[in-house]
């Protein structure tokens, strides 16, 4: 039932009740209410619903062999709505002279007034044309683009990690992980120290640097892809030149265990190993040297005659 309807079955109820001080007081709050319940019903039955857009094209406006505006933009799901303004005219889908593509096709309109309307779901160009007067030029185009708010790719430097210490001399090898956004990644550009490396256009995606001296570097990696968006990723490292390794402090705190210290560069990789005939070498322990120098515990020291060596890493 209309909100209107049920306000006036309402209000004839009251009307028709017997009067009196409590009865009319009653009757003038609950007409009052029924006034706003009444309102309020039919402004919310005549709200409009949200809907997709629609764009007019006049077909031969002022006896003229044209579609006003040819060109229009719109977004997907929205409607294009062709209103004729003269006759003989089609609005066909597809490419002059004369070639349908099947998407749609009003037919030739001979009376006015007259309207076609044709929704678009998918995005792209779409060309069309008069079937009687393409070849005057009369043709147009509906653009439609996505609605959706396009994602940019992500990119990250894989190796070598954020504040990595590599020796000189240092042929850096720089791998990134890319992932797409909207559209695909159509080239990663390579930087040291905001100086263009290389440009690679197809994954795996890696560049390796020429030999870097000693001192502070800042790689970076640019993703772009083929609807302009771009992302960006950069870590730093240092590149030193190694000193030489000396042992240092030996000594023996118990029948089992044998200490020493090792020079090291903060930051680099060492290897310790151990021989009974110093041809045959077996590692001990491997680490990243967090101080200089590092103290090296071996819990199984034998009473035999052993020998003991400190090697620096290559880089990663």
């Known amino acids: ?42 402004s919310l039955a005549l709200a409009p619903k949200s809907r997709a857009a629609t764009t007019t094209v006049q077909v031969g406006p002022s006896f003229t062999d044209t579609f006003n505006p040819p060109v229009v933009s719109i977004s997907v799901n929205d409607s294009v709505i062709w209103d004729w303004k003269g006759t003989f005219h089609s609005s066909t889908s597809g490419s002059p002279p004369g070639t349908p593509d099947g998407l749609w096709d009003s037919g030739v309109i001979t009376s006015t007034p007259h309207f076609f309307t044709n ?28 609605s959706a708010v396009a994602n940019p790719p992500t ?17 850096v090898t720089i791998q990134a ?37 000693a001192g502070p570097y800042t790689l970076t990696a640019i993703a772009m892809d083929n609807g302009g968006l771009s992302a960006t990723n950069s870590v730093a490292i240092s590149v030193v030149t190694p000193s030489t ?14 200490q020493f210290a090792y020079s090291a560069d903060v930051g680099l990789s060492y290897v310790v190993q151990r021989s009974t005939d110093m041809t045959t070498w077996i590692p001990l322990a491997t680490n990243k040297a967090a101080n200089n120098p590092v103290l090296f515990d071996d819990p199984n020291a034998t009473n035999n005659l052993d020998y003991y060596r400190v090697g620096r890493m290559p880089n990663p």
């Open 177 to 213: 992980g890319v992932t797409n956004g909207s559209s695909p990644v159509t080239n990663v550009e390579f930087l040291v120290n905001g100086n263009l490396l290389t440009n690679e256009t197809s994954g795996p995606f890696s560049a390796t640097t020429n030999i870097l001296a």
């Open 245 to 258: 390794v000396w042992l240092q402090n030996l000594s023996r705190p118990s029948g089992t265990h044998f």
């Open 155 to 171: 990119i990250s430097i894989t190796a070598p990690k954020d504040g990595a210490v590599l020796a000189t001399p240092a042929n």
């Open 119 to 146: 929704t678009f779901t998918t995005a792209g160009s779409y060309p069309y044309y008069c079937q009687y007067h393409y070849f005057y030029g009369m043709t147009g185009e509906v653009d439609v683009a996505n």
């Open 1 to 42: 039932m209309e909100a209107r309807t049920i306000a006036k079955f309402l209000s004839n109820f009251l009307e028709q009740t017997s009067p009196g001080p409590l009865i009319t007081l009653v009757k003038a709050n609950f007409k009052t209410t029924l006034v706003i319940l009444a309102t309020a019903l039919f």
